[in-house]
């Protein structure tokens, strides 16, 4: 079973950045295809962005293309998530998940993702 533990998250200001990390273990990093999704008070889990496994191809919601940027490190294990020029209405606890499926894994459904992080807190506030 895949572990994941995401760490990064704090308080930032409107316009600042920030960077996610998410560390994994306990499965074929290499071989898994991972996302981001985030949830706001009151809000589902809302889709953020994903990477294959390969790292070549990735996938953004509307909300944060050309702001945020996923990349992944497969020596390492870990997924990152770069988050640019932040707006109030990214504040949510954001979380990385893992998918070990090779030919029916969405992108943005997290129902076709087998492992969770606990999540992380940003907080955009001035």
């Known amino acids: 079973q895949v572990q994941l533990v995401e760490s990064g998250g704090g308080l930032v200001q409107p316009g600042g950045s920030l960077t996610l990390s998410c560390a994994a273990s306990?499965?074929?990093?290499?071989?898994?295809?991972m996302g981001w999704f985030r949830q706001a008070p009151g809000k589902g889990r809302e889709f953020v962005a994903a990477i294959r496994w390969s790292g070549i191809t990735t996938y953004y919601a509307d909300s944060v293309k050309g702001r945020f940027t996923i990349s992944r490190d497969n020596v390492k294990n870990t997924v990152y998530l770069r988050m640019n020029s932040l707006k109030y209405e990214d504040t949510a606890v954001y979380y990385c998940a893992a998918s070990q499926r090779t030919m029916n894994w969405n992108y943005n459904d997290y129902t076709t993702y087998g492992a969770w992080g606990q999540g992380t807190q940003v907080t955009v506030s001035s």
């Open positions: 306990g499965g074929l990093f290499s071989m898994t295809n």
